[in-house]
């Protein structure tokens, strides 16, 4: 009687250790960065979303397979695409073309989630503060941004969307939305403005793997509840 008691919590305690994984391999990686081990930086960049995916998998078993679930997946999985651009398109001359198309699909995967039945939360009022963002970083960078303003201005409405439309879930997912679009942030001004050495480290991958595994963690407490 008491394994058959005992049995849920251990299932419980055991469900989340997949994220501890992957907080392993981004801890790992940022540190490759941060400290220059230039062997394992690309390598262990790598194994980031698939260590994410996993632990997602992993979270969520016993559940009912849903289009949800399937969403939050395709989004981990074109954000490993746009992490390994210059890997998965070695055709492509300029890398950043593909990297921004894969993460812009992924974005807008995340938000095709927070606008469907797993969040029911309005969004939120005060998230109106990321349209400031986007008019205050067109201001910043266009002058910079040459062939590549007007895509970089859609880009940044899906950014900012994503990070507001989070704000429909939990408290998880609305930091994680708000650490993702920290991390775009750093990397369009590393990319675009004319001091490349601005905001050097693991600043963009530590921002980045927080944001997303924060999202992913809100997202899966989302969808066993909807179970």
Known sequence: MTQIETAPSTRTRTRWWGFWLYAAVS??????????????????KL??????????????RGTRWSLD???????IGFSWLGDGAATFFPFVDETLIPMLACFGIAHLLYIALFVRP?????????????IAWWIG?????????????VAVAVYGLVLGGTA??????????TVGGAF?????????????????????GGWVMLTYTLGQGLLAVGLVTLLRRQD
């Open 137 to 149: 970083m067109l201001i910043l960078l266009w002058p910079h941004l040459g062939g590549l303003a």
């Open 69 to 75: 679930a399937a969403l939050l997946l395709l989004a």
């Open 180 to 200: 993702f679009l920290a991390s775009d942030t750093i990397l369009s001004i590393r990319l675009f403005w004319p001091d490349p050495t601005l905001f050097a």
């Open 164 to 173: 507001a439309a989070s704000t429909r879930g939990n408290l998880l997912t």
């Open 27 to 44: 801890l790992f990686h940022v540190a490759a960065l941060t400290f220059g081990w230039s062997p394992v930086e690309y390598p262990s």
């Open 118 to 130: 797993a969040a029911r939360r309005p969004v939120a009022r005060w998230s109106l503060v990321y």
């Open 47 to 60: 194994v980031l979303m698939p260590a994410l995916a996993f632990a997602v998998l992993w979270a969520l």
